[in-house]
């Protein structure tokens, strides 16, 4: 692959909607048994092909339902690919949905330590680790409460203190920077700023397109499971808000 860390070749998803109602579960799994179910289906990514190299930031910018997260979770390897293929070089870091990768009956610091092991880290390295987390989530005080009781704020300052630990090859964020106060926005992204700067290639979802042109340099917009537009976060992102305000664009 070179010095490409993620190649996303000819990729297609589907999935089958129901497109019949069923009353309960009991139902549902008769039906299921004796393939008595009708699907309509459904193509959220339709022939998708490009390239990320070392370095790069890339943002993925387009309307709800267009496909964005869907494409995240196949590079996360959360979803497999109806159709083509997706190379990884390095280690990812996703931040797809807020809690994913959480207990919520455990405490912000028995989190941390089973993220850390999600993600690959020993309990040693998370000792390293674990000061500068709460340092940079700015939650000491709540580090012994249990996390269902956490805002979705708090519970993003955790998710992106913990994603941001060490040196990942690849950083995927999914609307996270979304949640929470203008101020822990503009830190976190200093840190994926100072992260590029270290080499980490971003993949990046946000709505702002304000803060797409910010962090990334490259986005690629994706509209109804197709690739409409690839190419500077500066000119796409100037496309995609001429055409939405145009009332151009169907969700």
């Avoid at 987390?133 to 269902?148: G, R």
């Avoid at 200093?190 to 803060?211: C, E, N, P, W, Y």
């Avoid at 109804?224 to 305000?245: C, L, N």
Wanted: net charge negative; glycine share 8%; hydrophobic share 40%.
């Amino acid at each position: 692959m070179g010095d490409t860390v993620i190649k996303v070749d000819h990729v297609s998803m589907r999935f089958n909607l129901s497109s019949e109602k069923v009353d309960n579960m009991k139902e549902y799994f008769i039906r299921r048994l004796k393939h008595n179910m009708s699907y309509d289906e459904f193509w959220a990514l339709q022939d998708i092909s490009f390239d990320v190299k070392k370095g790069e930031s890339v943002a993925l910018i387009g309307l709800n339902g267009c496909g964005k997260s869907t494409l995240l979770k196949t590079i996360a390897g959360v979803l497999k690919p109806t159709k083509g293929s997706i190379q990884i070089q390095g280690t990812i870091a996703p931040m797809i949905e807020l809690g994913a990768g959480f207990d919520m009956d455990l405490t912000a610091r028995e989190n941390v330590y089973l993220n850390g092991a999600i993600l690959g880290y020993s309990r040693k390295q998370m000792n390293e680790y674990y000061d500068g987390i709460v340092d940079f989530s700015e939650l000491e005080a709540f580090m012994d409460v249990p996390i269902k009781n956490f805002s979705s704020g708090m519970l993003a300052r955790l998710a992106f203190a913990i994603a941001t630990i060490g040196k990942p090859d690849i950083l995927i964020v999914d609307e996270v920077l979304s949640v929470g106060d203008f101020r822990f926005q503009e830190k976190c992204e200093k840190r994926i700023q100072g992260m590029m700067k270290a080499d980490t290639t971003i993949l990046f979802v946000s709505h702002s397109i304000d803060q797409v042109k910010k962090i990334c340099k490259r986005a690629i917009w994706i509209e109804k499971g197709h690739i409409r537009e690839d190419g500077t976060s500066e000119e796409i992102g100037s496309h995609f808000e001429r055409a939405y305000y145009a009332g151009e664009l169907e969700e």
